[in-house]
């Protein structure tokens, strides 16, 4: 089930999921240690006898975000109840606190008691083992803790007074015990105070609206490493009020995404709308110590047991590229210091790393079945980081900024692609490609290996190293020269996706149509209108092209951006697939690399638009005609 609402800080993040349940909790790593493992956290009420939880069939829902912010806005209706709910969720820009603001309305005209309850399902360090709870009579807030993490909940009700009008904690996974969830049902918790194990919990807050009249309250959880960090910071929202919370954060996140203002003068209003929402998507899933996260989807545990949460370097680097192109720096820069770190000494880059920076699950064998040792990489992801951080730098000019990295990440780098070569063509030697899923020298992994050598030879005349440079230059330029030779198929007239070298020098090619040919642009390595990227473009346009109602690959830049917009959720968030016939979002969703491409190709889009506008204004002047 997609996400549908993420919200966090970089250290802290949420989700919810199309039933608008709270489904991931995060910290202090955004993607790492899930304290729930995906299971919904409930939100329910009880009004004149009877209980719902919101996400049953009997509730509708429409979810999204407050315009230009990481402020959730969903209203939720149901008939037979009589209450109409509008529910404001966010986590402090600043601060590790996540708040529900709930305002409730009534619909049958009359005065009503409610009864709120919000569920927290604990599986601290991402299992439910150890795990333990107390109701703390200081706070009246009801505190989870393992190790050194912790988590409290509280509330208020119409801002009169702080803490919870009751709580239950108990057991759950066990024989006969569901879950303290189904405490709630009956509108009345038991006040259990104390429970370990696999347990989880609930909080309730009591108060009344007046006929067809309307009444606020406010649940948040502060995330912290002791009871002493969450209870101050409890202490913190009491005396500034929740309201201020949501305000700041609100407007923190609205001055964030308007960082370009100009950008959607040159934009339809749906694009432009999208493009914001898509950086602020793409800011939850960055780590603040500079992990870029694929995806915090943890249905994806259902079908693999491991899940989208980890930084691929080579997903990070066009992600940085993206967020560098809308002007988000200050960002990105973290990113490359961690790739910094993460640089073997031999020179490459692994498969892929926990959001701290830790080695991540992985596939790729080390050896082969007689026991040779074989690099389990993709060696585009060695690469485009390295091309990344020279678009960075064109475009800040911080050579102060550049100048650690210069040798642990660019010169490391560089000197192993330059010499990582297949002996008879000097292609690139073999690596996975990057979909993960064969071995051989592929059209993508070269495009961007020649992007890296020559990102590489540019810091090195920048730093004054004209041999490194030269040396550099030359391996760009005979990959260059053998991927034209070896990668182009004259007889079909266009490039192929992966070439084996058999030990003979014998070379076998596989000319599947894939999109990740148009690497060979992308990067720089030939130009987008040379005959032969147009003649392999037209083969995908034709091959790949979805013939159905939903549609896919298009040649028009603007209808492509009009059909991801047609595509995104109602809050905005972009899936990594979408079924073929029924449009419905497959796979991880939100997945961050899809919200980097479509910020890319908007940014790139809006560039051409401001140039041939401002040709088109410069004839008219020449002509003597006046413009508005």
């Known amino acids: 089930m997609p996400r549908d609402l993420p919200l966090g ?85 600043d601060r590790n606190i996540y708040f529900k603001e709930v305002t409730v309305e009534d619909e049958v005209g009359r005065e009503r008691e409610i009864r709120a309850f919000q569920h927290f399902d604990a599986h601290l360090f991402g299992n439910e083992v150890g795990d333990s709870a107390f109701y703390d ?4 807030a009801i505190v989870h803790y393992k190790g050194r993490r ?69 649940f948040w959880i502060a995330a912290g490493e002791s009871y002493e960090e969450v209870r101050e910071l409890d202490k913190l929202v009491r ?75 080579r997903d990070g680097a066009l992600v940085a590229d993206a967020l560098d192109l809308a002007g988000y720096g200050e960002v990105t820069r973290r990113f490359f210091f961690l790739c910094g770190d993460l640089m073997t000494r031999e020179g490459y880059l692994l498969h892929k790393y926990n959001p701290d920076g830790s080695l991540g699950s992985s596939w790729h064998a080390w050896s082969t079945p007689e026991g040779r040792l074989e690099l389990p990489i993709q060696e585009d ?57 064969r071995r051989g020298i592929h059209a993508f992994t070269t495009a961007a290996v020649w992007a890296g050598l020559t990102a590489g030879r540019n810091f090195a005349v920048a730093f004054g190293q004209h041999e490194l440079a030269k040396r550099y230059a030359v391996a760009a330029q005979e990959i260059r020269e053998a991927a034209l030779t070896h990668l182009w198929d004259e007889d079909r007239g266009r490039f192929v996706r992966t070439v084996a070298v058999l030990p003979d020098g014998m070379i076998v090619k596989d000319a599947t149509i894939d999109i990740s040919l148009a690497g060979i642009f992308l990067f720089g390595m030939l130009p987008a209108a040379d005959p032969r990227v147009v003649a392999t473009m037209k083969a995908i346009e034709q091959r790949l092209t979805v013939r159905t109602p939903v549609g896919g690959i298009v040649e028009r830049p603007l209808a492509l951006l009009r059909w991801c917009a047609s595509k995104a959720l109602p809050s905005g968030v972009l899936a990594e697939q979408v079924h073929p016939y029924s449009g419905e979002p497959l796979s991880v969703s939100p997945l961050t690399w899809s919200h980097a491409a479509f910020v890319s190709a908007v940014q790139h889009y809006a560039r051409v638009s401001a140039r041939i506008q401002g040709r088109i204004r410069e004839r008219v002047v020449r002509s003597g005609e006046v413009i508005a």
């Open 381 to 437: 992801e060695t690469g485009l980081p390295i091309w990344a951080l020279w678009q960075h730098y064109e475009r800040d000019r911080d050579i102060e900024f550049i100048r650690p990295l210069y040798r642990k990440l660019v010169r490391t780098g560089a000197d192993f692609m330059a010499t990582f070569r297949e002996t008879h063509t000097k292609l690139p030697a073999p690596s996975f490609d990057l979909w993960e899923e």
């Open 150 to 218: 912790a988590f409290l909940i509280s509330g208020t009700a119409g801002g009169h007074s702080f803490g919870l009008t009751s709580f239950a904690i108990g057991q759950k996974d066990s024989p006969g015990k569901e879950g303290t969830w189904r405490d709630a049902e009956d509108g009345v918790l038991s006040r259990n105070p104390v429970a370990q194990g696999s347990i989880d919990s609930v909080g309730m807050l009591t108060f009344r609206v007046p006929a067809s009249g309307s009444s606020t309250v406010v």
């Open 239 to 313: 005396e500034r009020t929740p309201a201020s919370f949501l305000a700041r954060t609100k407007d923190y996140w609205r001055l964030w995404a308007n960082k370009d203002e100009s950008i959607a003068d040159h934009l339809p209003v749906e694009i432009a709308r999208l493009y914001k929402r898509s950086t602020l998507i793409i800011r939850t899933q960055v780590d603040n110590r500079g992990a870029i996260i694929a995806g915090n989807d943890s249905d994806v545990l259902r079908f693999n047991r491991d899940t989208y949460s980890y930084l691929w370097p």
């Open 137 to 140: 009579p200081r706070s009246q």
């Open 9 to 93: 800080n970089g250290d802290f993040l949420v989700t919810f999921d199309a039933r608008y349940q709270l489904r991931d909790i995060y910290y202090p790593h955004v993607g790492q240690e899930n304290h729930t493992v995906g299971a919904p956290c409930r939100f329910g009420v009880w009004v004149d006898g009877k209980f719902s939880w919101i996400g049953g069939d009997d509730w509708e829902c429409h979810i999204e975000y407050e315009h230009e912010t990481l402020v959730g806005d969903t209203t939720a209706h149901n008939e037979t109840l009589g209450l109409r709910l509008r529910c404001r969720d966010a986590v402090d820009f």
